[in-house]
Each structure stands twice: as C-alpha cells, then as structure tokens.
C-alpha cells in the first residue's frame, strides 16, 4: 500500500502538536519586515507587533514561490519515494501560492492539488478532516480521499474579528475614513470567507469581550458545526478570560473537543493583537 502524505502552508496555522502527531508537512509562507524576508514560523508574532510599535507600519507577507514548493515536494518524494503527496493550499482568491504549487508541480507525478479556499483555522478544519479520513481509511483509494476532501471545502466555515483597525488601515485594508468611524464608534468587522475571498460580513460594537461572545454565539446559531471537533483562533494578546468564556459557550452549544489556535506571523500580520475567530465543519 503506497503511503499518502498531507501537506499544506504556514497560513492555516497548524499547531504544531497535531502537524507532528499527523505527519502533516508545512511548507512556509513570507513575511517581509525591515527589507528582510522571513520564513513564517522562524519570527516571533510579537516582532510584528513591536515592529508597528515602533514604525506605525506592518510587514508585507508573500506566498510561497514556484522554487520553493519544487523543492519541498522533492524532498518528501526523495524520502519516501513512492507516496502520494495531497495538498490541501491556502485560498487562491487571496494568495499566488496556490497557483506557484501548479507552475511546481507540472513535471511531478502522484501529487493531488486542493484549493481549499480558506486560511487560518478554516484551512486546519478541512486538513484535519483529510487526517481523520485517512487514519480511519488507510487503504482508501487517493483519488476517493481526494473527492472527499473537495466536497469539505464548502462546508469549511470560518469567521473571525481582527484585534486591531489599526493593522487593517495601516495594511491598507480600510480607509482613513472607515477607520476613523470604526475606532469612534468602537465597531468591529466580522470577516469570513466567502467562495475564497475575504469578506466584511457584519459589524459589532463594543469591547472585544462582548464582540467576541457576539460572534461566538452568531457562528454556532448561524452554522450547524460538526460537533466532533471546533477550532477557536486567536492572536497574542487575547484577554485569557475571553478565552475561558468562549470555551463556556462551546461546551453549552454541545462541543467536547475545542482546539485553540494561535495565528502565525503572518495571519497576525494582517488581524494584529487581540484577535479572535472560530472555525469548523458544516454539517
């Protein structure tokens, strides 16, 4: 039985423990700060926001290059050399990196392409569903695993409300004008993905402790989650009594396995300090 490999980028925020308790393969995304590339995952989060602190600018991110996914996707051939790789990437809609996997991947056999149309714990929620696939399935055929996994895509439901206005103005994200009404107003977008791109799909106000259970209890009401597993995000910075209540709230709605999400270096580029989202599966 030939062995299948999962892999994916830095942007869906694996945690660490289950990319190496899986086996999943992350190749690194590009945050750019001070005129010096870095790997994601090599900078610490709170560099970011120091670096802001310092400048009132925010790094730049880059996808992962053609060159790069050539050589990751080598390397795991070279060391097992007859797996199936699937690749489950971050959304085409807001990132090259999915169309440089293609350009890598055009001379390579027995590797299976996924746009997962997603980010951050969206993305974890459809490569953790392929791993419970395929712990459960070991000898399922890839180009049944890979139909499977396509069909999750749609179902992935991702919400989250940036700490700060001010990393989205500063990323160029919003206007002045918006901004200024936003931080007046103490009103904070929801941001979801929709069909891959990213869109403002409501608004709160208020402190982040109130938003969050708003956008808590909005999510869980609005979409029928899986119950098995629900992914709750955030970004250094995160009051840990926000966290606790969140944790509340999903053991009320019928959820016994939460997993906690810290955004990487380059999610956190663009959501800043403070940030909080939930994600799952759509029954």
């Known amino acids: 039985m030939r062995r299948i490999i999962l892999t994916t980028e830095s942007g869906a925020d694996l945690p660490v423990d289950l990319a190496q308790k899986h086996y999943v393969q992350v190749v690194p995304m ?11 995952g090599s900078l610490p989060v709170t560099d970011i926001y120091d670096f802001y602190e310092r400048t009132k600018k925010i790094p730049s991110t880059t996808s992962t290059n053609s060159h790069e996914y050539l050589e990751f996707f080598t390397r795991i051939k070279n060391d097992f050399p007859d797996c199936i790789i699937v690749h489950i990437g971050y959304t085409s809609k807001a990132s ?14 027995d590797i ?33 695993l890979v139909e499977k996994i396509k069909s999750m895509v749609p ?20 206007s002045n004008l918006a901004y200024l009404g936003g931080a007046l107003l103490k009103i904070k977008p929801r941001i979801e993905l929709v069909d891959g791109n990213l869109v403002s799909t409501k608004k709160y106000r208020g402190k982040m402790d109130v938003v969050s259970e708003k956008l808590m209890r909005d ?22 009594e926000i966290k ?10 019928g ?10 270096a380059m999610i956190s580029t663009h959501a800043g300090p403070g940030g909080v989202g939930i994600a799952g599966i759509e029954v």
């Open 96 to 109: 090259s990196s999915f169309q440089n996997a293609i350009i890598a991947t055009e001379d390579l056999k």
């Open 155 to 174: 179902k992935s439901r991702l919400a989250f409300v940036p700490g700060s206005l001010e990393f989205l103005r500063a990323g160029g994200r919003v």
């Open 30 to 40: 590009h945050v750019i700060m001070d005129g010096q590339d870095y790997l994601d």
């Open 255 to 264: 959820f016994q396995n939460v997993k906690w999400i810290q955004a990487g």
């Open 219 to 240: 999510y869980l009401t609005q979409y029928n989650i899986d119950r098995e597993q629900l992914y709750l995000l955030y970004s250094i910075g995160l009051d840990e």
């Open 112 to 144: 299976f392409l996924i746009d997962a149309l997603n980010v951050t714990g969206g993305l974890t929620a459809i490569v953790m569903y392929a791993v419970n696939l395929l712990e459960n399935e070991p000898s399922i055929d890839p180009g049944l």
């Open 244 to 253: 606790q209540g969140l944790e509340a709230i999903a053991r009320e709605f």
